[in-house]
């Protein structure tokens, strides 16, 4: 274990954090590279605006996925 975060304990940014890149599905969630093959989903973040839900599926690349430092 390198002391990196793993995709499971890494906690997922705020959704107002998000590039449109992000948020879209087309980049990563953690380093913001754009997605074209391997991408994994990196979970759900779960927010409303009233009556709104707002929840968006995000993806991360292979290197974030496997732990690597997105940095």
């Known amino acids: ?7 499971a304990t890494r ?18 969630v953690w380093c913001r590279t754009l997605l ?4 994994v989903s990196a979970g759900t973040i779960r927010e409303q605006d009233g009556a709104h839900c707002l929840d968006t599926e995000v993806w991360a690349c292979p290197g974030c996925d496997a732990g690597e430092d997105p940095r």
């Open 1 to 7: 274990m390198t002391g990196v975060p793993t995709p």
């Open 11 to 28: 906690p997922l940014p705020l959704l107002e954090t998000l590039t449109w890149d992000q948020s879209a599905g087309r980049a990563c």
């Open 36 to 39: 074209t093959t391997g991408a």
